[in-house]
Structures are given as C-alpha cells and as structure tokens.
C-alpha cells in the first residue's frame, strides 16, 4: 500500500485519481484523521500500516497566491520545511522510500547559450532577453538538478515560500531514500481557480515572462513512473519538456478558446510589482534531460497545452 499525504489538495487529487486508474492500492490521509505534521503521531501511524511507499504532496502554498505566505510565515515553514524534514526521519527511521512534491520556483531565470559561452540571467523579463527567447529559442536552457537554487534565502532576494521549499531540499538531503520531485504552475484542462490557465485568463492584466509548466497528470504520472521504475532516487525536475511565454499561452488561449474578453499585459516588471505583486514571483526555465534518462515519457509542453485547450471544461461543467 502507497501511503499519500495532502490528498485534499490540489497536486494530491491527482495522485489520488491517478492511482486510482492505475488500480494501485493506496491510503490517503488527512491532518484531521492523523495529524502527520507531528513525529510521534506519523511513526506510529507508519508503523501500524506499514506502507511500501509514502507520496507527501501537502504542504502550505498561501491563498490567493504566495503573497499570503509573507504574513503566514510560521505556517509556510512548518508546512513546506518542517513537514518533509518530520516525513524524512519518519520514513528513515522505518526504511520506508518516499517522493515529495518540491518545486521549481526556488529557480529564477534561465541559462542563457550565446557566442559559445553560458549564463545565467535571472529576469528573462527584460526586454533585450524576451527578443532573444522570441527570436533564438535554442539559446535558453533550463536548469538542471546539480544547479544551486537561485531563487532560495541562500540567494536572495526569494519569496519567502520559494525560500522555505528550497531549505526542504537542503534539509532532507541525506535522510533516507526519496524523491524530490520538482512541479512548476500546475495546468490542466480543468478550468479551476488553481489552474494556470483558469489563472491567466482571469487576471484583469496578464504578467508575461518565461516558465517551464507542468500538466497536472502529466506530472503525477511521471512521480509514479519513477517509482514504479525503480529509477535512483534524488532529485527530478519534472515539467513538460519546453518552456512557454505568458503572451504565447495568450495567444493559443485566445485562438482555441475564443474568449469574448481581450488581454492586457503589464507594461513591465516596474507596474507589475507595483500594482500586482508584493513578493519577487519566480519564472524559471527547467532542464528535464535527468526524468527523460530515466525511461519516463512525458508531452512536450505545447501538445500539453494545446489538449488542455481543446478538451477545456469551463467550471461551471460537470467534470
Ligand atoms: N499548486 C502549485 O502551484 C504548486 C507548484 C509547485 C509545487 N507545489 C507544491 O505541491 C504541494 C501541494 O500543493 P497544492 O497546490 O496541492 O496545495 P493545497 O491544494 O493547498 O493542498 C495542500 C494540502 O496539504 C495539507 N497540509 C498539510 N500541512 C498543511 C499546512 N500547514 N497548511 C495547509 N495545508 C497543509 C492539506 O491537506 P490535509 O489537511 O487534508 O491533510 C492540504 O489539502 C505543496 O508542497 C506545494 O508547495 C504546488
């Protein structure tokens, strides 16, 4: 039995579904049930079940968006550091593998490929970068699993959620045997307020910059793939391969779905974190070379996109 932690969330819901399909038996438990933040109450409850395997995909992501974890501080640490750390040591201490849902936006920017030399620019925003990913996509790259977080309270300046999900990374490094699985701006073609495409089309002004995004199924699936392949464990950057602009997801938004209302973009980064934003939000392009090397198929990140849009289920719907 697979043991799966924050089954009530967003990411959680499509583990659960997924492993539903694939006729996997598992066991979702929430804090309310047994309150596995605490050490005590999540060994015994690991002992008593004794799963093969443990999915944490709860943590503390701040509502409406990660603003909210400026004021929440204590809750973002407990639920994005101290959680995977108590998980860690729990699963250690019983030998019990687990995978946990890390995230990509403790990285800012990209790699930059020009005149044979590489860099990295943290803010692909800036107008003489957007040209070069417009005009010479091949020249941006994505970052990899040995790349050091540049968007981490190592590096600042970083929100303080990426701060707290890059410190979880560091921290459970070592204990035991896990996967760290890295998701970016789930999307999928569920119209939901956590959607980032329900998101983009709901702003009153659209923010473009550049992401690697992830298919929410596509991403639980390939978690499980890993496991289920036994590939090493450690850390997996796991996101549609590819990245995407805001005004290109506009674009294919506009052509596929119709939508009655016309988009407007912030002028620049200036408005934007002055009207829109508090914290620095990270966009960042990830290298998923290390997933595909393991065997795991995933869509390139246009034919994930463009089946969300084309299979679109507004809210109002029936799912
Ligand atoms: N959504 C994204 O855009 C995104 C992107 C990258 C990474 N992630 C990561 O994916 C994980 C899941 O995110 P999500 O979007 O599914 O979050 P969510 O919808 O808010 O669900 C998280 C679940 O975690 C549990 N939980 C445990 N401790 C918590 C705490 N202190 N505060 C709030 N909830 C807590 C809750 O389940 P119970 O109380 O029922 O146990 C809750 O349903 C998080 O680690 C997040 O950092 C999310």
Known sequence: MILLLGATGYVGQAFGDELRRRKTPFTAVSRAQVDYTRFDALLSFLRETKPIFLINSAGYTGKPNVDACEIAKADTLAGNTMLPLTIANACAALKIPWGHVSSGCIFSGAKVNQNGTVRQEKNLARPDLMELVEKIPSSIQGFTETDEPNFSFRQMPCSFYSGTKALAEEAIAGIGESYLWRLRIPFDEFDNNRNYLSKVQRYPKVYNNVNSISHRRDFVNACLDLWERRAPF???????????????????????????????????????????AKTPRSNCVMDVSKLLAAGVKIRPVEEALEHSLKNWIPETQPK
């Open 234 to 276: 450690g850390i997996y950057n796991v996101t549609n391969p590819g990245f995407v602009t805001t005004r290109h997801v506009i674009e294919w938004i506009e052509k596929i779905l119709k939508p009655a209302r016309r988009f407007e973009f912030w002028a620049n980064d200036e408005e934007f974190y002055r009207v829109a």
